[in-house]
């Protein structure tokens, strides 16, 4: 009986040994900074049971204490700072908010003690508070927002900072100004998975159209988005804006919109944050059951939550319907303004071909006194001039050109509406609806020939019946299991405990007949 009773004894301590061993090696794998170190952990971690390693991950990592204040870091070739506030207990999970600079068309990054000035000036008060994270990554030609290698850069500076902090994956919020407030809207478009709330603060979502990838406005229902912007704003006036925030939010966007008095300035922000804060407070990030997802890269923007497109091919589908607002052109004139004149009067610097001014006969040289019959001794006075026109209608322009007085005929076209929004030849389109009930997820696929589904727990649950239908057509039945390499991988890629995707169902769509 001794005998038997050492041998249990033997028996429970190996055992407990070798889960500290493997559980040390998960620790390793979550917190390698490379995939190469990652890598040596992976023989232990495949002989684990997988339902033992699932409810591991879902654990995640362990933290330990950290000292508060500023800290640097860089990812993807990113600079960034970050704030670790007094009140993080590495016991519970804290919330982040990226805060993305303006004016990123630069050469050079913007040295990060200013950014900590930045971030603190608005932020700082609320995370000291509250025990928010803060962090200010640095932008520059190569790594906008907007462009794909921004958006892998703040994706891995967020996996970096989880290695080391307890953050909520409930609660990372994006938050931005002019272009920050632009890349903010990319994210919202283009790559939401990692983040829960967007708030973009006089931005352009236009921005990210024309420098990053296509934006279709459907893609704003998937996360919650609280958008400012400014009556006097001179590149983003709220007016030129209110109508495509309008049409996101016919297209169904989870969307505030908030328009204040003021101009390209976040002076509104210190009276702003508790609405703000309100906001981000009722939109912790859940997995949703719902998903639809425009697309047209696959390659860098595929994703969105536990849906990944793929491959595109026309001939597919029905096409769903697309919200693009349209927008009236500006009245032009078509002249450039010489700068060091200085009046009475506006002289032309240069002329732009295909404008009125052009077809007029207007000259580089020439000094504009009037037009439509009012007095221009300005570039203010100009400028209401040419605001008070009438597109298609006839008006006159005094110029005084080599001592002469010339009286020119000119007439703005008719402005023809343009969508906002570009829209490539080829893109597609995914709605998808899962219920829990009874293991059916339906799906709408329009251009779509290839897509995955990350079976992603709690919405999905390892050995539970699963029917995935296409168009109408079931091309997936049965219990998946997990899958130990899937869930290694995006347990490192995706570093959330609320949402851990443990296996896939790759699909291929039929063309339409």
Same mark, same amino acid.
């Given at each position: ?6 041998? !249990? ?11 500290? *061993? ?29 339902? *033992?390693? #699932? ?19 860089? !990812? ?12 993080? *207990? ?10 993305? %600079? ?85 994210? !919202?478009? %283009? ?9 973009? #603060? ?26 400012? %912007? ?36 976040? *002076? ?113 006075? #100009? ?103 899937? #869930? ?26």
């Amino acid at each position: 009986m001794r005998r038997l009773l050492v041998c !249990a004894l033997c028996a429970v301590c190996v055992f407990v040994w070798a889960q500290e *061993d493997w559980y040390k090696a998960l620790q390793g794998y979550l917190r390698a900074e490379s995939k190469e170190d990652a890598g040596k952990y992976l023989d232990a971690l495949k002989k684990v049971g997988a339902t *033992d390693l #699932l409810t591991a991950v879902q654990k995640g990592l362990t933290y330990k204490k950290e000292e508060s204040g500023w800290v640097e870091l860089k !990812a993807e070739g990113m600079p960034a700072t970050l704030y670790v506030p007094p009140k993080y *207990d590495p016991a519970k999970p804290a919330p982040i908010l990226f805060f993305l %600079h303006g004016a990123v068309n630069r050469p050079q990054f913007i040295p990060l003690e200013g950014l900590k000035k930045y971030i603190a000036y608005f932020w700082k008060d609320k995370a000291d508070k509250d025990g928010w994270f803060l962090c200010a990554p640095a932008s520059k030609r190569g790594l906008m927002w907007w462009q794909a290698a921004g958006t892998r850069a703040l994706e891995e500076l967020l996996r970096k900072i989880k290695r080391r902090y307890n953050i909520d994956e409930r609660r990372v919020w994006v938050g931005g100004f002019s272009d920050g407030g632009s890349g903010a809207f990319h994210l !919202a478009a %283009h790559a939401p998975t990692h983040f829960a709330a967007l708030i973009p #603060l006089n931005g352009n979502p236009v921005v990210a159209d024309r420098y990053g990838a296509p934006v279709f406005v459907e893609n704003f229902k998937n996360r919650p988005i609280y958008a400012v %912007h400014t009556e006097n704003d001179a590149l983003y006036p709220a007016a030129v804006m209110k109508p495509i925030m309008d049409a996101a939010k016919k297209a169904g966007a989870n969307l505030i919109h908030r328009i204040l008095p003021g101009i390209h300035r976040p *002076d509104y922000l210190p009276n702003e944050l508790p609405k703000i804060a309100e906001f981000l407070a009722k939109n912790p990030l859940k997995p949703s059951p719902s998903i639809t997802w425009f697309v047209t890269d696959t390659k860098n923007y595929g994703r969105c939550d536990w849906l990944v497109v793929r491959q595109l091919k026309e001939g597919i589908g029905e096409k769903p319907d697309c919200v693009n607002p349209t927008t009236k052109p500006r009245k032009v004139l078509g002249v450039r303004i010489d700068t060091k004149f200085a009046g009475p009067g506006v002289r032309v610097g240069g002329v732009v071909k295909g404008t009125a001014a052009a077809a007029a006969g207007i000259q580089p040289g020439d000094v504009i006194t009037k037009l439509a019959d009012k007095d221009v001794k300005n570039l203010s006075d #100009l400028r209401d001039a040419i605001k008070a026109l009438t597109p298609g209608k006839p008006f006159s322009v005094t110029v005084q050109r080599g001592g002469n007085t010339l009286t020119l005929n000119a007439k703005l076209p008719k402005p023809k509406p343009k969508p906002v929004f570009t829209r490539p030849e080829l893109w597609g389109a995914v709605t998808a609806s899962f219920s829990k009930n009874d293991g059916s997820l339906k799906i709408k696929a329009y251009n779509v020939s290839k897509l995955t589904i990350l079976l992603t727990y709690p919405l999905f649950e390892p050995g539970k019946n699963l029917q995935i239908e296409v168009n109408g057509k079931v091309v997936y039945s049965g219990t998946p299991q997990i899958d130990v390499g899937t #869930l290694l991988k995006f347990a490192r890629t995706d570093m959330n405990r609320n949402a851990v995707v443990w296996g896939k169902v790759d699909v291929e769509v039929e063309e339409s007949k």
